[in-house]
Structures are given as structure tokens and as C-alpha cells.
């Protein structure tokens, strides 16, 4: 188990290959939903490690592993997330400031409401490794919600959101450091 949300299920893939300075272990990893084993929508394609020698393990992930890792988050609805009142009120975030962009919510709410917004993805997130970082595309919406002064939650709007990212990773002052790109 690797948290309360996903397990991973991982098997020789072949048999050992075993060679006088190595052991060549292929291992097949699938991420699933902690408690509900399901196939994978994905197929898994063979990966080749370049031939070194030069260090004492080597691992590699492929995109099946992080496919099947995004598939079972998904699934667990892991990528659900409300951003409550307290962090609306802390960045300044309320009806009013949707008010001067979106005219409709100026005439819905003319005393400034505090807000909530939830974002959920709409599908699958779809993870693709790239020769030197690797891709995710998001598709998903966010909903803004004005809570009124009785404690009820009124909608205001829904937007469909596309956002693809690149995440490059380095190792600097040994340690993994990632930097996030925004492309569109």
C-alpha cells in the first residue's frame, strides 16, 4: 500500500537475467486503488536502460507507471480539491473580484461574499515522459461558490479548464528539485 488512496502491485515481468557483475531484474509496476484492484486501461511497452556500468543500481519508470499511478489517484478522486473559505479570505479572493471580471456575478452579488472554489478533473490526467521532462495535460473545471451570510453555498459559475504543464527534475545540492512550466 502506498497510501490511503492507491496500492502497487509489482512482479517479475521475465525471469531474472543473472550475468557475472549484474542481476538484470525486470519488474512490472501497476498503481491501482487502494482496495480495488482494476485492470489498467493502459498497456505497458517495454523500456530499454541505456547500457553503464558506471553505478550500482539504475531504475526506470515508464509511462505506464505513471499512467496507471494517475489512473487509480483519479479513480480515488485524489485530484478533487475544495479551497475553503479561510484560503479565499488569506489571498483577498471573493465575489467582488469575480464581480469586476465577470459582469453577471457584479448584478448576482453586490455586498462582497467570501468564496469557495472546488476543482475536479473532468478525465484522466494524461502523463507522457519527454527526453528531458515529462508532460501533463489536466482537464478538469472549477466551480466558484459565494457563501452567503447564513452559511448557505450558492454557485456562480463553472469554468472548463485544459492545462498542460512540463515538469523538468535536477538534482541540485543533493537534492531533487522540479521546476514547473505552464504551457498552456
Do not use: H, W
Not at 485530484?79 to 457584479?106: H, M
Not at 473532468?122 to 466558484?144: A, K, N, R, W, Y
Not at 448557505?152 to 531533487?176: G, R, Y
Amino acid at each position: 500500500q502506498i497510501d490511503d488512496l492507491a496500492e502497487v502491485d509489482y512482479s517479475l515481468s521475465s525471469s531474472p537475467a543473472v550475468f557475472q557483475p549484474f542481476i538484470d531484474l525486470d519488474l512490472k509496476g501497476v498503481v491501482f486503488p487502494a482496495g480495488n484492484y482494476t485492470d489498467s486501461p493502459y498497456m505497458a511497452a517495454s523500456i530499454t536502460i541505456p547500457d553503464q556500468s558506471d553505478s550500482m543500481l539504475y531504475l526506470a519508470f515508464s509511462e505506464y507507471f505513471f499512467q496507471t499511478s494517475s489512473f487509480a489517484y483519479y479513480t480515488a478522486g485524489a485530484f478533487n480539491v475544495t479551497i475553503a473559505e479561510e484560503t479565499c479570505s488569506y489571498f483577498n479572493i471573493n465575489t467582488e473580484i469575480f464581480g469586476s471580471i465577470i459582469p453577471e456575478v457584479a448584478k448576482y452579488s453586490v455586498t462582497p461574499y467570501p468564496v469557495m472554489l472546488k476543482l475536479m478533473p473532468t478525465e484522466i490526467p494524461i502523463i507522457s515522459l519527454q527526453q528531458d521532462s515529462f508532460m501533463v495535460q489536466i482537464q478538469g473545471s472549477m466551480e466558484v461558490l459565494a457563501i452567503l451570510p447564513d452559511s448557505t453555498i450558492q454557485s456562480l459559475f463553472t469554468l472548463n479548464i485544459v492545462a498542460n504543464t512540463s515538469i523538468s527534475l535536477n538534482i541540485f545540492d543533493q537534492k531533487l528539485m522540479g521546476s514547473l512550466c505552464l504551457n498552456r
